[in-house]
């Protein structure tokens, strides 16, 4: 188990959370999180999450490729198109979003286009949070950064627009088939060719989780899964479930991570902070609440030693 000695020596999480004043609970947080060539709203934290890590997917794509990979001229800050069927319900969210610290949206709206294009185009906006505080995937096994465990994943050192959460996934996608293809033209500007190559986009959906309570995604040996995260009270796994690999990526890319790779423990994290006295209160609310889930379920005690 994780001990308290380990947990000390944990970075402050650096991903910048928000809060949105209307469309969510005020205890949930978000980040802005990205993903191949979408961009996402993510939960940065169990609590609050509607069953998927990834909330709502921000960006839309189209034949154009300006809408993959554009760049503020003036900022060299990142920019996405807003629009399709969600592109209100997108924009409205992003513009209530606000951080803890300096109060300020994600994002600022750079163009609005007018009502009823073909296209589906609504909006053109500029990111404001710094590369350093969003949160990334790991291109092969679609796992997100986690606030709790306070890591940044190393990204692809030749494209620099794909991360990486441990070197055996790096590894596993430097193949024709995936990355090593997709870095080639990422390296030439060629981000709108690469999506069209693999058609990622808005793959972020299915979260499984055993707070779910919904057995259909899981067949015996994902169940074993979840038992063996009860068993190490892996509250990082229990929480925030499975993730989504990209689409043409088998789920076997994700084995790795079964029961040898328990992440911190989101309850032993919420315990250190409080014996330190600096427990956010959301964090021991979202802890009471999964405390209170979980115990529909068995949890097997681990030993005491
Ligand atoms: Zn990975
Ligand atoms: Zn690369």
Redesign the pocket.
């Known amino acids: 188990m994780n001990s308290f000695e380990g947990l000390k020596r944990l970075p402050e999480p650096t991903m910048r959370a928000f809060r949105a004043s209307q469309h969510y609970d005020q205890l949930a947080t978000f980040a802005i999180g990205r993903n191949h060539a979408s961009w996402f709203l993510i939960h940065s934290k169990a609590y609050g999450m509607s069953l998927k890590r990834a909330e709502l997917c921000l960006n839309y794509i189209t034949s154009d490729p300006s809408t993959v990979g554009a760049v503020c001229p003036e900022t060299g800050r990142p920019m996405f198109t807003v629009g399709g069927t969600m592109g209100e319900e997108v924009l409205e969210t992003l513009l209530d979003l606000r951080d803890d610290k300096e109060k300020k949206a994600p994002i600022t709206v750079v163009k609005r286009y007018e009502k009823g294009r073909k296209d589906g185009k609504l909006a053109e906006v500029r990111v404001e949070v710094p590369d350093s505080e969003i949160a990334y995937a790991c291109a092969r096994c679609g796992r997100w950064e986690n606030e709790h465990q306070g890591v940044k994943f190393q990204r692809?050192s030749?494209?620099k627009?794909?991360y990486y959460c441990i070197p055996l996934c790096q590894k596993e996608d430097w193949t024709v088939q995936y990355?090593k293809s997709?870095?080639a033209l990422?390296r030439q500007g060629k981000a709108h060719e690469v999506e069209m190559r693999r058609k990622l986009h808005d793959n972020d959906w299915f979260h499984r989780s055993p707070l779910a309570r919904d057995n259909k995604y899981l067949n015996p040996g994902q169940q074993n899964f979840f038992d063996k995260a009860m068993a190490r009270e892996d509250w990082d796994l229990i929480g925030h479930g499975v993730y989504a690999p990209p689409r043409d990526v088998p789920d076997s890319a994700m084995k790795k991570f079964q029961f040898d790779q328990a992440p911190l423990g989101y309850d032993e994290v919420v315990q250190m902070k409080m014996l330190q006295g600096f427990a956010e209160r959301e964090e021991v609310l979202a802890h009471k609440e999964l405390t209170r889930r979980l115990r529909k379920y068995p949890v097997p005690r681990p030993p005491v030693s």
């Open positions: 692809c030749a494209c627009s794909r990355h997709d870095c990422l």
